[in-house]
């Protein structure tokens, strides 16, 4: 049967003492492009991926991010006004990692009817990225295995402020057929804070299309279409402090034997396309028991230019991935509540030099994680959960450019429980602790043994990182506080800790993380 | 609303095309760019030095290139590969980037061979690649590569031995310490009296360069040697110090160097200019422009000359300067890999010198090759081999 907003209403009073809402997966660690725009800042966080959030997001709009589904989101209207505020720092990390990650920002969305069969959604944020003892690099998106990536000698701060804009239409055409769209804007920039000064300029787009189809009340199929259109400007001036100070520009191409230039001046272009499609479905057969899934496949593509004046094309980068999902929640009883959570996420990317049309390097990945889930409610007050999951990663690089060959196979381990109280009518509280290991079943690296400092001295520990084995402890609070009757307070703290136990590269070290999100959610008539 | 019918119609139409997307790759509808079948360092190459002298043929019954030294430099990663031909003439390198490299072939003839040769025990007779100075080795490129080789008698007996322009560090925008030297390579005495010192016109402003010019050297800055013949003598193995300005520099600079004891002055005398009385002075012969003799802080080139300077020959705002009376040149930059963008002929320097930022006190010099005896400075016509970065200039002496 498909929810209408009765049902949905009903629903949710009936489970009141549970109104948490489920965030976006969150434990994947690889989940990593083109489908996060409009998912980041969505819904609400507890850190529980398959249990207490009574099966809300369990459509084609939240997993599946098809937004012709917009129509049947269990939403509320409302306008929310959320601060994030993230801090990651500590020595274990890849070395192109920044000590300090931290990241602020400030949203505000809302999503409205516009009338009987059009909804609208939209939102605004400014976020700023600081990374704090950043050494070489500034290229704002880093960590995506594109080789080709461009610093100077210095280790400090950089900042990138930007600003974010979403906005979702969805249309029903008729009783069984919806169409929606979906459209990210971002803009930003950054600024290495010691001399030479470096700044970036990024802007984003991303637009999505999606169409649903009911073919019978239990049941209901989608696809989606994705472009994504991405520029990046890096640029190095002749700065005043720099003017006495020499400047040394690293251009890497892959792990080892940058291109190193004493130079002042330098440009870099990156244009970045991405087309997806995908296909998804849900299958709710009563409030008992939901699935949703989806198939996902598309490629980014990155061509990089140098040089201000006469542009050439110094790399190019494409990624091709496969992404699948499956998702279902199943109430056995009044009390008794399971989910369950499968992805499957495979990666080849290929890099090239385009001046002598010779392959570069190469890298193929892969993971399937599997989650579990199991909530009992206790009393009217009182629930309880358990999560446990485990994610099966494989990945394989052949740098040709620097010689340097790894492939790594790992299973990480991941345990979590939760309890969630009311302390009245109108304040819960839901707490939880999660522990994950990381154990690797095979791990080879080789490499040139004439590499240079670069690579021996520096980036070996981006290959030694994803190799050691480590132990995360993670504790989270989750509130929620509804006030006058049409407002809501929501707040989420997150604390992690994440100690490394296998590598002498990494030994007394540690990386630990932050999260602490705040929402006020005023609910529109 | 529209018919129901139609719309499970439409629907199987949209169904059926995403499966078909999702069955044939995207990258294939959107004519991305195909992967390279070419993997980097795979290729084996070949290069064949070819003998256009016929000494070889004379020597050995082939054309082919015995026991030559060759060098590749790599453009952008600047490693260097010395290998020596076999008895084919080849040369067979793998597990190199894809790069273009600066190829520095030499073959000394023996006097023995010489005296097959020719009848001479000539020692100073020697093929080089003076045709192919750059290759560009890639994988996608072919693997079986033919260099032709010259005879060349001898060699510059009087070259550029070091250009120290950036400027010292910590002193500001501090620019009057530039200097040139020059170095007598040969095993005799030479005469520097009215050799020219000439700046090779470029204007970076509108890339204007005179480059592929077929037979001249474009100057707007040409100065000569005082002297009417044999007034000033330069011994084998001698340095000789040109400076912009003829003092003692750590006075207005602590980085700075002291030129106080130069060999000669680059004295402008219709313009506010230093001069040292001291210090003979070179004899401007035209600079229309600036307060004294100014080379660039990051990019440049110098050629020497024994062109006379009555018979100089006007184009333009510009002096011309005949390639075949270039003792030497030399062109630095501050990208030196930027070969493309270089604005001295390749005849007369294949390659870049540079590299280095303003105000960093850094200097180019020649590459020391031979110190027993004499020193013999590297000189292949080549800046990007012949040349390398000291971290302090070394006016009148070898570092």
New interface residues.
Partial sequence: MMLSKENILRLRDSNKYCSFKICFLMLFLFSLGNNTFSQDYKEFETGFVTIFNQGFNLDSYYFGNNPAYLNFSLDDEFLSLKNVTKNSEGEFKKFYTPRTDQTFGFFASGKKSIDSIQKFKGSFGFSKLVRKNWDWFFTRDYDTDNPFLIGDSTSCNSRINGILINAQYAITISEKLSAGVNLDYIVDEGLKTVSPRPTSEHRDIHGKLGMGYSINKELSLGFTLDVTDKNEQISYREDEGSLTQETIILKFKGYDFPNVLRKKVETRYSYINGYASGITFAYNNSDDFKLAGFINSGFEKNNIKDDALDPKGVGFWKDDYLEVGLKSSKQFSKNIITGLSYRYLKRNGWAKYPPTDVLYYERNLYSHSLIAGYEQIINRDISAGLEAGISVFSKKEDDHYSVVNSSIQFNQYFGKIGINYHWSEDVSSLLSYAVSARANHKYELNYNEKGSIYFVNARIYDLIYLETAFLQHSFSLTSEVNIWNSDMVLFHLNYSTINPFSSDAFKNTRRSEFDFIIEYRVKVI | ??N?RM?KI??KF??AL??S??SI???DI?G??P????????IEFQITLKDNSGFMQILFGNDKVRSAEVTLKSN??GNEYNLTSDSNGVIKIK?I???NYIITVTRKMSSEEMEIISGTTATNVKLVNKKTRIL?L????PVNIDVEMDMVVGGSSIIISEIYACGP?????YYHDKYVEVFNQSDSVQYLDKMMIAIVYTNSNTGLHYRDDPEYIHSKSIWIFPGTGKDYPIQPGQFVLCAEDAIDHRMNAPNSVDLSQADFEFYKDDAPDIDNPAIPNMIKIYQTSGNDWLIGGETGALILSNFSADSLLPFDDQFLIPYRSVFDGVEYK??P?KLDKKILNEGIDAGSAG??????GKSMERILISDIGRKILKDENNSSVDFMIINAPSPGKYH
């Fill in positions: 609303m529209m129901t719309f439409f629907y949209l169904f995403i499966i997307v999702l790759s995207c990258s959107l991305t760019d992967k390279p079948e070419k993997t980097e360092r795979e952008l990663l597990g980037i894809s790069d560009q890639t994988a996608a490129s560090q910590g002193s500001g925008l501050a990208d890999t590299g280095i930022q303003f105000y960093t």
